[in-house]
């Protein structure tokens, strides 16, 4: 069975996203972009919501060859195009970038993927996290707390039928007070 984790940035009040889906709000430092980096690199597959899929494959499969590229950003875009993906939407037609698309139940899928034997999967979507959290799917929840508040717009988590029990298991904080939480489920 493969480990199931949903992660995200998020702000102090438990967004994703500010109003009009701006992110610029959590833009990394260097330490924290290397930590992103690095958990792109250890991650089975990634699975990808329509938006989030949209904001990375606009920037990132090209992002190694812009002008003044970081060393840091030209090892996260060969990480995050060599990851094999799945995207879940029944909007789109086509996705590339070593990705699938899933048009189907994407809790069944998930669950599915879940099952099988392989490297982790890693949920980058509230939206989509949110029926994996309902059906007891998911086995981690890393939080990385920006401290800001948005006041409103994506929200991390969603409203659940029951509680999660949840075990801490990391604790690290970054640069200009970032804090970063890992949360197993309690089963």
């Given at each position: 069975?493969?480990?199931?984790?949903?992660g995200m940035n998020l702000s102090l009040d438990g967004y994703i996203a500010a109003p009009g889906?701006?992110?610029?709000?959590?833009?990394?430092?260097?330490?924290?972009?290397?930590?992103?980096?690095?958990?792109?690199?250890?991650?089975?597959?990634?699975?990808?919501?329509?938006?989030?899929?949209?904001?990375?494959?606009?920037?990132?499969?090209?992002?190694?060859?812009?002008?003044?590229?970081?060393?840091?950003?030209?090892?996260?875009?060969?990480?995050?195009?060599?990851?094999?993906?799945?995207?879940?939407?029944?909007?789109?037609?086509?996705?590339?970038?070593?990705?699938?698309?899933?048009?189907?139940?994407?809790?069944?899928?998930?669950?599915?993927?879940?099952?099988?034997?392989?490297?982790?999967?890693?949920?980058?979507?509230?939206?989509?996290?949110?029926?994996?959290?309902?059906?007891?799917?998911?086995?981690?929840?890393?939080?990385?707390?920006?401290?800001?508040?948005?006041?409103?717009?994506?929200?991390?988590?969603?409203?659940?039928?029951?509680?999660?029990?949840?075990?801490?298991?990391?604790?690290?904080?970054?640069?200009?007070?970032?804090?970063?939480?890992?949360?197993?489920?309690?089963?």
């Open positions: 069975m493969r480990k199931l984790t949903f889906d701006d992110l610029g709000w959590s833009a990394p430092n260097d330490e924290l972009f290397q930590w992103w980096s690095d958990r792109v690199g250890a991650t089975g597959t990634g699975l990808y919501g329509r938006r989030l899929w949209e904001t990375m494959s606009s920037h990132w499969p090209s992002a190694d060859q812009r002008p003044g590229a970081t060393p840091a950003e030209v090892e996260f875009a060969r990480r995050w195009r060599d990851m094999p993906k799945v995207v879940f939407s029944s909007t789109i037609s086509t996705v590339d970038w070593n990705a699938r698309l899933f048009a189907g139940d994407a809790v069944t899928e998930i669950a599915r993927l879940r099952a099988e034997d392989g490297g982790s999967l890693d949920i980058s979507s509230p939206t989509l996290a949110a029926g994996a959290m309902r059906a007891g799917l998911i086995d981690e929840y890393t939080l990385v707390t920006h401290p800001v508040l948005l006041g409103g717009g994506k929200p991390f988590f969603t409203a659940l039928d029951s509680w999660v029990n949840l075990t801490l298991v990391e604790t690290r904080t970054f640069p200009g007070g970032v804090v970063l939480t890992r949360y197993e489920t309690r089963r």
